[in-house]
């Protein structure tokens, strides 16, 4: 988990009435929108760029390693929602199945 993460959830953790299960819930939640909007929703990049304004028509996404797909950046970006859904659903205790579509 990053640093952000970490504050985010020990954050949440301290406030008295929060759960852990609940904690780790808002984290991935929190997580997961922040990152929604600001890798595929916002256009532009947030630094000055030499592109002669290419990017502001391109996400945080798509201006990732040129658009060049399947490298370790992406996969780190793709795997950490994934890492973090996990330990959600470690941490709240959901049990076997409850996930799946019957």
Known sequence: M???????H?????IPFIST??????????HSLFHL?????????????????????LTQWEQI???????STRKFFTAAPVIMFLLTTFYTKVPNGALSTK
């Open 2 to 8: 990053s640093q952000h993460h970490a504050v985010l």
């Open 37 to 57: 909007v600001f890798l595929h929703i916002l256009k532009g990049s947030i630094w000055d760029t030499q592109d002669q304004g290419r990017s502001r028509e």
């Open 10 to 14: 020990l954050s949440l953790l301290s």
């Open 65 to 71: 390693d040129s658009g060049v797909q399947f490298t």
């Open 21 to 30: 299960s609940t904690a780790w819930t808002l984290t991935n939640l929190i």
